[in-house]
């Protein structure tokens, strides 16, 4: 079935600096992709929306600057948090579709754990 | 626009219960509907699924029917394991599965079965 890797699985940085997650799908092309974020005991908020070769599209109140999104080939996507503070410690998912393919529905990484200190 | 409305947890239930997990949702056009399952510190798994009106998706002893009349998803299996415990949640998306089209979650229900 659909695999889609996500890393790191668990990241601790300091506050200022970026980090970058990966989000890569193993067995099919990724048209689109799909980055959530998820606090504590609360559903999954969509941040951004990205197509192969083409920009994001951000969800209102996502600042498309501090959450930079890269989608630059059919199994790849990369989230970068810049600059972080300790409120963009979170818990970060990506999910990846591929149009046409109903099969494959949505695709979920196992989410990313971003502890800024 | 569209909106999934589940049922606030947590669910506590002893082993071999039967579960219900309500899920009602507003949509415009006809959607697709989703179960997905987390467990602690993981992402997210599809439970089941279904694409059109009287559908029924099932997986490892859960069920749910699509109900356009009651606009309606409802979460069922008939004898809960310990191993059942987690986050679920109820989500839909316009257009066909695996389009393009973001998914719209419910809050989560969390489950917690007991010995």
């Known amino acids: 079935g659909a695999v889609v890797s996500q890393h790191p699985s668990r990241v601790i940085c300091k506050s200022g600096t970026s980090v970058k997650i990966e989000c890569r799908s193993l067995?099919?092309?990724?048209?689109?992709m799909f980055w959530y974020r998820q606090f504590p005991k609360q559903s999954l908020m969509l941040m951004a929306t990205s197509n192969e070769g083409s920009k994001a599209t951000y969800e209102q109140g996502v600042e498309k600057d501090k959450f930079l999104i890269n989608h630059a080939s059919l199994t790849l996507s990369t989230l970068t948090v810049t600059s972080a503070h300790p409120e963009d410690s979170s818990f970060y998912i990506c999910?990846?579709?591929?149009?046409?393919?109903?099969?494959?529905?949505?695709?979920f990484g196992s989410g990313t754990r971003l502890t800024v200190v | 626009g569209n909106s999934v409305t589940q049922m606030e947890g947590p669910v506590t239930l002893s082993e071999e219960a039967f579960l219900t997990i309500n899920c009602t949702y507003t949509?415009?056009?006809?959607?697709?509907l989703f179960w997905y399952v987390q467990y602690p510190g993981e992402g997210l798994q599809l439970l089941l699924k279904?694409?059109?009106?009287?559908d029924k998706g099932s997986n490892k002893g859960f069920e749910a029917t699509y109900r356009k009349e009651t606009t309606s998803f409802h979460l069922e299996k008939g004898s809960v394991q310990v191993s059942d415990s987690a986050v679920y949640f109820c989500?839909?998306?316009?257009?066909?599965?695996?389009?393009?089209?973001?998914?719209?979650f419910g809050t989560g229900t969390q489950l917690k079965v007991e010995l």
């Open positions: 067995d099919f092309q990724a048209t689109t």
């Open positions: 989500a839909l998306s316009e257009g066909i599965t695996g389009g393009g089209n973001k998914l719209t």
């Open positions: 279904a694409t059109k009106a009287d």
């Open positions: 949509a415009t056009g006809y959607p697709s």
């Open positions: 999910s990846a579709s591929q149009t046409g393919r109903v099969s494959y529905g949505y695709t």
